[in-house]
T-cell receptor, first 118, second 112 residues
Framework: NAGVTQTPKFRVLKTGQSMTLLCAQD?????MYWYRQDPGMGLRLIHY???????AKGEVPDGYNVSRLKKQNFLLGLESAAPSQTSVYFC?????????????????FGEGSWLTVV | GENVEQHPSTLSVQEGDSAVIKCTYS??????FPWYKQELGKRPQLIID?????GEKKDQRIAVTLNKTAKHFSLHITETQPEDSAVYFC???????????FGKGTRLSVIA
């Protein structure tokens, strides 16, 4: 059981280049999230999905796009990378966040993807 | 939307002493409050959580208290050890479709 897997783990991009981060979960979770983590800023939500085929904007969505074509995968795209997007990106998933007391309420994080834009 | 404030941003304690980290939240609909520990280069790990129908929860040296009226919750670590050194995050969400909103983190250093 791999849990939540992110690829790639490390990447260096030049300004203006594009790339896609892949998040895959094998727990049949409905909800998936992309957060970015910057020093002193905590984790900030970029986009999220409440099920296959759905996406929604989070706190800091500008410059990013996402897709959830398959339930197990949540892709984060940078169309034209900027130095301000240098960050650590965490994907996370959760089973049924609306049901207190169930094990599915626990959020599972991937190991993170370190992205540097030069 | 929800806003979570966390204090202090850094905290140094002597080994064996207690550490307290406090968070406030803005959305009265929030009713799930987890705490995460993140070691350098690693993913956040859930260490304890509390739901709004409970005022306090304890797990060995870690405890969390919740005051819904004042909209604040706190993490208490007793008998701190060097391995407790890490960044700790609080978070809040409601039971609807709202994702977790995180505080900015507290860097705890336990000095041996």
């Amino acid at each position: 059981n791999a849990g939540v897997t992110q690829t790639p783990k490390f990447r260096v991009l030049k300004t203006g280049q594009s790339m896609t981060l892949l998040c895959a979960q094998d727990m049949n979770h409905e909800y998936m999230y992309w957060y970015r983590q910057d020093p002193g800023m905590g984790l900030r939500l970029i986009h999220y999905s409440v099920g296959e085929g759905t996406t929604a904007k989070g706190e800091v969505p500008d410059g990013y796009n996402v897709s959830r074509l398959k339930k197990q995968n949540f892709l984060l795209g940078l169309e034209s990378a900027a130095p301000s997007q240098t960050s650590v990106y965490f994907c996370a998933s959760i089973g049924y966040p609306g049901r207190p007391g169930r094990a599915g309420n626990t959020i599972y994080f991937g190991e993170g993807s370190w992205l540097t834009v030069v | 939307g929800e806003n979570v404030e966390q204090h202090p941003s850094t905290l140094s304690v002597q080994e064996g002493d207690s550490a307290v980290i406090k968070c406030t939240y803005s959305d009265s609909a929030s009713n799930y409050f987890p705490w995460y520990k993140q070691e350098l280069g690693k993913r956040p790990q859930l260490i304890i959580d509390i739901r709004s129908n409970v005022g306090e929860k304890k797990d060995q040296r870690i405890a969390v208290t919740l005051n819904k009226t004042a909209k604040h919750f706190s993490l208490h670590i007793t008998e701190t050890q060097p391995e407790d050194s890490a960044v700790y995050f609080c978070a809040a969400s409601s039971t609807g479709n709202t994702p977790l909103v995180f505080g900015k983190g507290t860097r705890l250093s336990v000095i041996a």
